[in-house]
Nanobody, 123 residues
Framework: QVQLVESGGGLVQAGDSLTVSCAASGRPFTSYGMGWFRQAPGKAREYVAGISKNGANTNYAESIKGRFTVSRDNFKNTVYLQMNSLKSEDTAVYYC????????????????WGQGTQVTVSS
């Protein structure tokens, strides 16, 4: 089993950049594909990005493609989500998640979840 702890959320202005991180502990980090999801108030949790176990493959939701970048450091057991050109509609709680698959692209493929970190974008 893996434990996930997100950090780096905060309040930013529209157009700003922010990077959120997720530190993993427990089983070897390279055992898991990793993903980022977000949930805005009153909305369902949605997929944002995924990255494969070795970091070679990534996948993005259309709504953030070109603005967000997912990466991982397998020596630091950490996955990152760099967010550029933030918009008010990016306001949400951001969650990282782990899957035993090479890479996950839908929410049902992820078995382990962090507690989330709030990102608020003011317009």
């Amino acid at each position: 089993q893996v434990q996930l702890v997100e950090s780096g959320g905060g309040l930013v202005q529209a157009g700003d950049s922010l990077t959120v991180s997720c530190a993993a502990s427990g089983r070897p980090f390279t055992s898991y594909g990793m993903g980022w999801f977000r949930q805005a108030p009153g909305k369902a949790r949605e997929y944002v990005a995924g990255i494969s176990k070795n970091g070679a493959n990534t996948n993005y939701a259309e709504s953030i493609k070109g603005r967000f970048t997912v990466s991982r450091d397998n020596f630091k057991n950490t996955v990152y989500l760099q967010m550029n050109s933030l918009k008010s509609e990016d306001t949400a709680v951001y969650y990282c998640a782990a899957t035993t698959l090479w890479i996950g692209i839908i929410i049902g493929q992820y078995q382990y979840w962090g507690q989330g970190t709030q990102v608020t974008v003011s317009s």
